[in-house]
């Protein structure tokens, strides 16, 4: 069963924009941080953007002051507004989650994630 799914990714040019959303299913809440990850076949999944319960963010260096993270704390879903994106923005992004499951478990959760592909 899909608990994350992200979508908004897709094929753009370099400069361009796009946004990133992540919906939760109704299997998990009490959702603390939450955030995007990318990877490239081959390399370690990295952080790109964090976002706590109270609304406290975190970015790549990489990233920061191109890409935006916020937070509805309502639907429980998490975006992410990447701007100026280069080529090297290419990568599978995935949406991350501490979470409770329907089991009163606590775990970290991952979504299946979207490719962003930045063309020169």
């Known amino acids: 069963q899909v608990q994350l799914v992200e979508s908004g990714g897709g094929l753009v040019q370099a400069g361009g924009s796009l946004s990133l959303s992540c919906a939760t299913s109704?299997?998990?809440?009490?959702?603390?941080?939450m955030g995007w990850y990318r990877q490239i076949p081959g390399k370690q999944r990295d952080m790109v953007a964090t976002?706590?319960?109270?609304?406290?963010?975190n970015y790549a260096d990489s990233v920061n002051g191109r890409f935006t993270i916020s937070r509805d704390h309502d639907k429980s879903t998490v975006y992410l507004q990447m701007n100026d994106l280069k080529p090297e923005d290419t990568a599978v992004y995935y949406c991350?989650?501490?979470?409770?499951?329907?089991?009163?478990?606590?775990?970290?959760?991952w979504g299946q994630g979207t490719q962003v592909t930045v063309s020169s």
């Open positions: 991350n989650a501490d979470a409770l499951n329907i089991n009163y478990q606590r775990g970290t959760y």
């Open positions: 109704g299997t998990l809440f009490g959702f603390n941080t």
């Open positions: 976002i706590n319960s109270q609304g406290g963010t």
